[in-house]
Each structure stands twice: as C-alpha cells, then as structure tokens.
C-alpha cells in the first residue's frame, strides 16, 4: 500500500517569514495530493490539493509542488501569520470517487511574532 | 456546503461498555463514509471504509468485531466501539465523499471517546 513520509516534524518561523514542508510518497499509482490544517481538537480542513497533471498549485500565500518523477510534494506557505499556526498533514490517493487517502505525519507549525 | 457532523462529540464511558459515534452528511448523499483514529500528536489512521448498503471494508489491524460500522442511509455511517477498552481512548473523525462527486472527503468535527 502507499506509505507518506513527511518532514519535518515541527517547524518554527518568524512572522513573515516562509514554511517549506516536504513529503514523498511510495506508490507510483498515487494522483491526488491533498493537504490539510488542523488546529488542536477540529477536524482538519482542505488548504490546497493538487493533481498529478500539473507542477505546481498556488492559492494566495500557499502553493504546492509536485516532482511525479522523484515522488515528492510540497507545501509552501508564504508571509506566515500567527494564525498559520497548526499542524499540517499531507495526503495522497488515486483520483476517483470514494478512493482512501494516506495521510502523512503531520508537521506542527508555529509561527512566532 | 457539504457540512458533516458528527455526535457525540465527545463521550466519557466505563471500561466493558459499548459506545456509538455517528457521522451525517448534513446536506448531500454520500455513497462513501471513512473512519479515522487520531491519537494525541499523531496522524489521522484509516479504520474503514463504509459504503452505503453494503459491509465495511476495514484496514489491516483494525478489528471488525471490535468496531462495529453500519452505513444505513445515504447520510449517516455509525461506528460502535465493543468493550472499550482505555486504550481505545482516542479522536474518532469520519468523513465522507460526495456521491458522484470528485476525491475531496469533507471531515466530520471528530469525537473525542475516553475509556475510563
């Protein structure tokens, strides 16, 4: 099955400065590269996905980048805020309706003044 | 849109005993629900996967007679925790895919279960 390493664990920032988080993934057959933020005790949310078909996804102050060829994806948060501060998952699956996603270990961000 | 709640949110109970969660797609037909546990400070880990009408597919470890699933509607997946134990103590979350929809699973607000 797939298997999502993501790092790094935890990671500390200045206000305003960038987060760079990194995960790879093992089956080729994967498509689909989520991610999620989840702040202590709530569900995770959607901040950014990307698919296969494209390198790069950018929303505002976070992208995503996506090497099929070396099996990594990436999130990159820019101009961080205190607000931005949680812990980020990565995820991956096959592209289609109802497909499981494998969610990597998470990253805890904190962003200090 | 495509809300999903979930009850209780959390629920404290004795050791032996039985407990039901419940996730709802509060406005849309989800064919496919899925069940996460979530220990404090670590990763969300696939139980299940619950198709409308038919049995549960589990993960590898993960004991069916021990977490009971039941997806009877369109709009609600139940999951039973048997006999609890205290280290079935952990955040329960369920999600769900639109029915005819894409990949996106929208997350239900978890369950915090404690087994004293």
């Known amino acids: 099955g797939e298997n999502v390493e993501q790092h790094p664990s935890t990671l500390s920032v200045q206000e305003g400065d960038s987060a760079v988080i990194k995960c790879t993934y093992s089956?080729?057959?994967?498509?689909?590269f989520p991610w999620y933020k989840q702040e202590l005790g709530k569900r995770p949310q959607l901040i950014i996905d990307?698919?296969?078909?494209?390198g790069e996804k950018k929303d505002q102050r976070i992208a995503v980048t996506l090497n099929k060829t070396a099996k990594h994806f990436s999130l990159h948060i820019t101009e961080t805020q205190p607000e931005d501060s949680a812990v980020y998952f990565c995820?991956?699956?096959?592209?289609?309706?109802?497909?499981?996603?494998?969610f990597g270990t998470g990253t805890r961000l904190q962003v200090t003044l | 849109g495509a809300v999903v709640s979930q009850h209780p949110s959390w629920v404290i109970c004795k050791s032996g005993t039985s407990v039901k969660i419940e996730c709802r797609s509060l406005?849309?037909?989800?064919?496919?629900m899925f069940w996460y546990r979530q220990f404090p400070k670590q990763s969300l880990m696939l139980m299940a996967t619950s198709n409308e009408g038919s049995k549960a597919t589990y993960e590898q470890g993960v004991e069916k007679d021990k977490f009971l699933i039941n997806h009877a509607s369109l709009t609600l997946s139940t999951l039973t925790v048997t006999s609890a134990h205290p280290e079935d103590s952990s955040f329960y979350i369920c999600s769900a895919t639109i029915a005819g929809g894409d990949n996106e699973q929208f997350f239900g607000p978890g369950t915090r279960l404690t087994v004293l």
């Open positions: 089956d080729s057959a994967s498509n689909y």
């Open positions: 406005d849309f037909q989800a064919t496919t």
């Open positions: 990307i698919r296969s078909n494209v």
């Open positions: 995820a991956a699956s096959v592209w289609g309706t109802a497909s499981k996603l494998t």
